[in-house]
């Protein structure tokens, strides 16, 4: 049964930094692309980031590049999203997510193979 599950959401002020983990269980971890979908109230699932099985290749929202980083460890099976500079638009539940390539993760999640049940970021203003 493949599992993700995502850890350090929390709340934070503006300004600040935190890091969210995804532990992946049950699957190919390195035949998989992994990255980070955001849902604040009241509106749509939008993608954060994303990189490939190998973690050379990163692709990131316009709305957090050069604020977010996606790594991953394939050794532990986890992905990680360093979040800095936090603002009050970042403000939403974050969802982990496993795809077969990096575009899938462009197409607003149609075609993820797998999700997580998310974890909550507040950023206060």
């Known amino acids: 049964q493949v599992q993700l599950v995502e850890s350090g959401g929390g709340l934070v002020q503006a300004g600040g930094s935190l890091r969210l983990s995804c532990a992946a269980s049950g699957l190919p971890f390195t035949n998989y692309a992994m990255g980070w979908f955001r849902q604040a109230p009241g509106k749509e699932r939008e993608f954060v980031a994303a990189n490939t099985a190998s973690g050379l290749i990163t692709n990131y929202a316009d709305s957090v590049k050069a604020r977010f980083t996606i790594s991953r460890d394939n050794a532990k099976n986890t992905v990680y999203l360093q979040m800095n500079s936090l603002k009050f638009e970042d403000t939403a539940v974050y969802y982990c997510?496993?795809?077969?390539?990096?575009?899938?993760?462009?197409?607003?999640?149609?075609?993820?193979?797998?999700w997580g049940k998310g974890t909550l970021l507040t950023v206060s203003s």
């Open positions: 997510a496993a795809g077969r390539s990096l575009s899938i993760f462009r197409t607003n999640g149609d075609g993820i193979s797998y």
